[in-house]
């Protein structure tokens, strides 16, 4: 059962460092997806990749956050410096043509 | 950009009774729609889609229904049981790749 894997699961950090966040993408999938998810603003989309390229990051804040995907089998997002604001869940997701999967997400605690 | 507006944000049901979320988006050309269940600390998952070549789709007790016309789909879930209850988004995007773009969520109790 092919599955979007993501770490780490939970992370809790102090305000003002570095968090740094995987994902290895289902094999065979040529879009990878980051997604937030807060109980205030839902399902937000942060930035896209189609075969590694990056398509959209519109949603992401420029001054503290990056995605990048070095290789076909990982994506990382980056928060530096982290604030109380980023506590959130991370998703990572993949998929071809538009049917996607849900990696279990990344925790993120910011104190 | 395309927005989804996902109405309500609460629904409580009665085991048995029939559940329907509405769901309206802004893009004319968007035409993938997925519906998405997520249990409480699981991730999102796929429940079912339906393109905008057909107006219905039907898949045991769930069924979602477009209307290309008025931007708007929905989603209904028929004999509800406790098993159903958790939060569901709705979302769109275009089939030529665009990514998802998702309502806020209708977090659904079925009760016993």
């Known amino acids: 059962d092919a599955r979007v894997t993501q770490t780490p699961r939970h992370k809790v950090t102090e305000m003002g460092q570095e968090v740094t966040m995987r994902c290895q993408p289902i094999l065979g999938h040529n879009t990878v997806f980051w997604y937030r998810q807060t109980m205030m603003q839902g399902l937000e989309l942060l930035a896209y990749f189609r075969n590694r390229a990056p398509l959209d990051d519109s949603g992401m804040p420029k001054d503290r956050f990056s995605a990048e995907m070095p290789d076909a089998t990982l994506a990382t997002l980056k928060i530096q410096p982290s604030e109380p604001r980023d506590s959130a869940v991370y998703f990572c997701?993949?998929?071809?043509?538009?049917?996607?999967?849900f990696g279990e997400g990344s925790w993120l605690t910011v104190v | 950009g395309e927005n989804v507006e996902q109405h309500p944000s609460t629904l409580s049901v009665q085991e048995g009774d029939s559940a329907v979320i509405k769901c309206t988006y802004s893009?004319?050309?968007?035409?993938?729609f997925p519906w998405y269940k997520q249990e409480l600390g699981k991730r999102p998952q796929l429940i079912i889609d339906i393109r905008s070549n057909v107006g219905e789709k039907k898949d045991q007790r769930i069924a979602v229904t477009l209307n290309k016309t008025a931007k708007h789909f929905s989603l209904h879930i028929t004999e509800t049981q406790p098993e159903d209850s958790a939060v569901y988004f709705c979302a769109a995007s275009k089939l030529a790749g665009t990514a998802l773009i998702f309502g806020k969520g209708t977090t659904l109790s079925v009760s016993s």
């Open positions: 893009d004319s050309a968007s035409n993938y």
């Open positions: 997701a993949s998929g071809v043509q538009n049917t996607i999967y």
